[in-house]
């Protein structure tokens, strides 16, 4: 997805596109430092999102952001501040979402999960498919790449387990070293000889759970 940083604030822009830099379908094409430079910026790139300051030189956020709307009905507007009574303003232009400065990872990835249904990119042959990511119910590490399992089918990925649980932590939880499964899908803990096992709603086969997992589990059931 490409987007549109408009911000006076180099560092501002930088953390921006560093934070969003671990979701590789996510590209910055334009950054612009004041309100007259983010129209030229959307005619030059077809873009859905824009990363709107709302103090910057010239035309302020608030201001080209009315603009915007009228001329741009598809485009997603998020304002980012460093001052929070800002917020009413922003949302009675029918922004988006509002961040607060610094921008904090957490507050980004859950406003653009809102905003846009999260999606992972994997291959067959030649062709590249994506899988909604509420789909996938279990991702396991198989040597250096992981496997999912989702609704229809499975597919190898290159994203870690540990990046997985980063990008989506209201998704995945952890039950073993090696195994991620989907939150929501969780039934049942059963405890065997053998060690606990846990149930998972569209996936055939019951899962070991690691010790340490377990209470966290719990709290999903």
Not at 3 to 28: F, K
Request: aromatic share 10%.
């Amino acid at each position: 997805m490409k987007y549109i940083i408009a911000d006076d604030e180099p560092l501002a822009r930088a953390r921006i596109i560093r934070l969003l830099s671990v979701w590789p379908h996510y590209e910055c094409v334009a950054q612009v430092s004041s309100g007259d430079e983010v129209e030229p910026a959307i005619k030059e790139h077809s873009v859905q999102l824009l990363f709107l300051d709302i103090n910057m030189p010239g035309l302020d956020g608030i201001k080209t952001a009315e603009i915007l709307n009228q001329r741009y009905r598809d485009l997603k507007i998020i304002f980012i501040t460093a001052h929070s009574e800002f917020a009413l303003q922003a949302f009675n232009v029918f922004a988006a979402g509002f961040l607060v400065k610094p921008v904090s990872q957490s507050d980004l990835f859950s406003l653009l999960a809102r905003l846009f249904k999260p999606r992972i990119q994997y291959q067959v042959g030649n062709q590249t498919r994506w899988v909604d990511v509420d789909d996938v119910i279990v991702a396991k590490a198989e040597d250096k790449l992981t496997q999912i399992y989702f609704q229809g089918g499975d597919a190898t990925i290159d994203l870690s387990l540990k990046k997985l649980l980063n990008l989506y932590p209201e998704h995945f939880v952890q039950i073993h070293r090696n195994t991620l499964v989907k939150a929501k899908s969780i039934k049942q803990l059963e405890h065997t000889h053998s060690g606990i096992l846990v149930s998972l709603a569209d996936y055939p086969e019951k899962l070991a759970v690691s010790r340490r997992a377990y209470s966290a589990i719990k709290n999903h059931l």
